[in-house]
């Protein structure tokens, strides 16, 4: 059986019992044959137990029998409380569904793969083995240059995968989509046991570290945009204030970066700042210049 197959198999298996909790190898089987996961053949016993071992393998879940011979996943959190195997499980679960829906492609509208991507393996096999890549770069507006830098983490924003390094002056985040090549070299580098990339992003929104003060944002939302905050928080830190007439306030405490006030500026239809003066002040500044080019255009 093919990798892409097996896949298809882990991850039906995997999303049926996140869906059904409790499911006993008949029902399994039955389901099985009605949504034609191997175009209408059976599952065996014997293969549905060499699917769980792979799971635990790939995913980190266990699947269990409970005293009711019924299956299901003895620990969720794996996955509920680890991004990664959340990206994971969610690309594979929608590059398999695309793979299945070739009949309405047309019907099916997607937003641009995030370009640099054909630079991720090797950019992941360097954070592995703590080694130096040279990177070939180029600024919008300035010329390409090459740079020896030690990879840290990526992270995925806003359609863009970036590069946090120490580039052997600072911390630097390169954005992929700019990015020329990328190479391993065999020089290796050390990073301190303390250092958390989830961490050093953690008091911003987005990939702009610049150490904007850290502030109390108070934001008002009215209608729907509460709702879109509530099931989408800005950030970890959000938490809700209290609601009337039409309207609900949120607090965050961030360093409102350029990142975080693009994202802000995104919503004003239905978002007011109000706290601090400093951020509603810059804001009102961005819209009345964007209003003045407006008008000399």
Known sequence: MNTGLQFKHYVWLVNILRKRHRMTLKELQEQWVLDEVAE?????????????????????????CDGCYRYYISNPGE??????????????????????????????????????????PVIMQAIRQRRTI????????????T???????????????YLL???????????LDRMLSATLTDQRFRRAASFSSEEYFSEYFGVMVDGTPMEHVVLRAYGKMADLLR???????????????????????IRPSIDFVSELMSKVD??????????????RHIMEEAL?????G
């Not at 040279?134 to 240059?145: D, P, S």
């Not at 938490?239 to 607090?251: P, V």
């Open 147 to 161: 740079k020896p830098v030690d990879p840290y983490a990526v992270r995925l924003f806003r359609q863009r995968w």
């Open 165 to 175: 390094t120490d580039n052997g002056e600072r911390m630097a985040v390169y954005s």
């Open 292 to 296: 003045k080019r407006s008008m000399q």
């Open 40 to 64: 209408g053949n059976p599952l065996p016993r014997s293969s549905f137990h060499k699917y769980r071992d792979a799971i635990r393998d790939m995913f980190g879940l266990d699947i269990e």
């Open 134 to 145: 040279a990177i070939g770069y180029r600024k919008f507006g300035f010329e390409a240059y």
């Open 270 to 283: 239905g978002l007011d700042v109000l706290e601090p003066a400093s951020l509603k002040a810059k804001m």
């Open 79 to 120: 996955v509920d409380n680890d991004l990664a195997k959340q990206w994971m499980l969610s690309t594979l679960t929608t590059g398999l569904t695309l793979t299945n829906s070739a009949a309405i492609k047309d019907d099916i509208i997607l937003e641009n793969v995030p370009a640099g991507y054909e630079f991720l």
């Open 231 to 253: 099931t989408l928080p800005l950030h970890r830190s959000q938490r809700e204030l209290g609601s009337a007439d039409g309207h609900t306030d949120f607090a965050i405490d």
